[in-house]
């Protein structure tokens, strides 16, 4: 078996599993040398080949600015959550109300693509902390998660990214995330499963405890 076979093989086998490696989002230092502008002029010219490669024909009416839509949705939409200078700015408030209980919101929805396939993978978050001190703006949290999920993702990465950004911003362990979500690469490709999600959570804090986190999910549930 040749050397590029077990390459391939790897690879298929690495996307069917939805392998999860590291906390750290996988990016180049160089990424951002380039404005927007050149790169969706390079992702056009290449999406433009891919098409031809289909046996597209591109001049079209209907395909020949497809290249271009493409590259603008895909830089300027659905991974604009690559740049930094995206990342939402956070107002934080004081909790002069006193309170302490558990702070929910749920059913945020979000759409995100899988780093294996650059398929869609389509959910809700369910968030909740308690206040040491801070809260956040509600509409905050929905723009923490669409940020991340605003670039090829994992799942697994995505729930802790979230987690650890809301952790860092309210100054407290004491946050706990649940996402689910259906993954097209499962039910397009592969196994074509249309009925399958996928469930992942991260805690800390108050929610290592069974009570805590027993509540949190009978109320988002």
Same mark, same amino acid.
């Given at each position: 078996? /040749?050397? =590029?076979?077990?390459? $391939? !093989? ?8 939805? &392998?999860?490696?590291? #906390? ?10 380039? /404005?927007? =502008?050149?790169?969706? $002029? !390079? ?8 098409? &031809?490669?289909?046996? #597209? ?136 499963d249309p009925t399958s999600d996928t469930i992942t959570t ?20």
């Amino acid at each position: 078996m /040749s050397l =590029e076979t077990n390459k $391939t !093989e790897r690879f298929e086998e690495q996307g069917d599993h939805h &392998e999860f490696s590291q #906390l750290l989002y996988p990016i180049r230092e160089d990424a951002f040398e380039k /404005s927007d =502008e050149e790169k969706m $002029t !390079e992702i056009a010219f290449h999406f433009q080949k891919i098409m &031809e490669t289909l046996g #597209l024909d591109l001049t079209s009416d209907s395909l020949e600015g497809t290249p271009y839509r493409f590259a603008k949705m895909y830089v300027k939409e659905l991974f604009a959550g690559l740049n930094p200078i995206n990342k939402p700015s956070v107002s934080i408030f004081s909790n002069s109300y006193n309170y302490s209980r558990l702070l929910i919101e749920r059913n945020i929805s979000f759409t995100s693509f899988c780093e294996h396939h650059f398929l869609p993978m389509i959910g809700k978050v369910h968030v909740a902390y308690q206040s040491t001190g801070k809260i956040i703006g509600l509409s905050k949290i929905n723009r923490i998660v669409r940020y991340y999920a605003s670039r090829p993702q994992v799942q697994e990465r995505l729930t802790e990214q979230i987690a650890e950004e809301l952790k860092e911003v309210l100054s407290t362990k004491d946050v706990i995330i649940y996402v689910e979500a259906r993954h097209l690469c499962v039910s397009l490709r592969g196994v074509k499963d249309p009925t399958s999600d996928t469930i992942t959570t991260s805690y800390s804090g108050i929610f290592n405890s069974v009570k805590e986190r027993e509540e949190f999910f009978k109320l988002v549930k």
